[in-house]
């Protein structure tokens, strides 16, 4: 049982590093795109307002669909706290990151790591199943 609920958390640490580098990758992508747009525009109002925000609703709601895609290719079930916990996290992480711009890129590996370990820890907790209870009695 340690045995199966350590590799689970190595495991949610694997998804959490690979689902944090492309959705840092789409956001700051999708943002430069926005701007790209906002400057084409030149003085027009609302210039790239509509593909900030498609840019930022794909980069925050990428996040939780990548976690949960990559547990359930490992065969993982019952994610939900690192789905909720790691969505609020690459929420502040993320929001951080890529809004702020001009963060330097060892302030940008820390915080990709603490999202990785964070991943880790919460992968850890794992929901059962509805419908699985205990038959004493």
Known sequence: MAKSRSFRGVKGAMVSALTV?????????LLEWSDDV??????????????GLV?????????????????RLLRERGNHL????GHVAGWLIGGYLVEQGGVSD??????????????GLLSLAEVPPAGLTDLKG
């Open 21 to 29: 580098v492309v959705c840092y990758w789409i956001w700051t992508s």
């Open 38 to 51: 906002a400057q084409a525009g030149g003085d027009s109002v609302g210039a790239g307002l509509l593909e």
């Open 82 to 85: 690192l789905l909720a916990a």
């Open 106 to 119: 060892t302030v940008t590996a820390l915080c990709l790591a603490l999202f990785v370990a964070l991943g």
């Open 55 to 71: 840019a930022r609703i794909i980069g925050l709601l990428s996040l939780p669909v990548l976690l949960w895609v990559g547990m």
